[in-house]
């Protein structure tokens, strides 16, 4: 397990990974630092865990958001789908049907 020290408002934090993460999670660790910076701008200084407090609840409530936006997706690409297979089975039927009239005129 990799160990290393990540910076949210200025403070220090070592924090252990998967090795080959560490990437990953220092661009995690700049998105929470941008998180709380912005709060600390908009709501002024509450102290460092009202701050992560805030900024987690804030990062949650995107999250929220985007896992409805993708549930709403994921049901709008079900349908079409599904309206798809309805069209192709139509389809298929057409020229079956289409098909069997050429055969019965020959």
Do not use: P
Request: glycine content about 6%; hydrophobic content about 50%; charged content about 25%.
């Amino acid at each position: 397990m990799a160990q290393l020290t990540i910076e949210v408002n200025g403070h220090a934090y070592v924090v252990g990974c998967e090795d080959g993460q560490e990437a990953h999670l220092r661009s995690l660790a700049a998105m929470v630092d941008a998180q709380v910076r912005q709060v600390g701008r908009e709501v002024g200084q509450l102290g460092e865990t009202r701050l992560m407090l805030m900024a987690a609840l804030l990062m949650a409530d995107e999250l929220m958001a985007v896992k409805a936006r993708l549930a709403q997706a994921e049901s709008e690409a079900a349908r079409a789908l599904e309206e798809a297979r309805r069209v192709e089975d139509a389809a298929v039927a057409a020229i079956d049907e289409a098909a069997r009239r050429l055969d019965s005129l020959g």
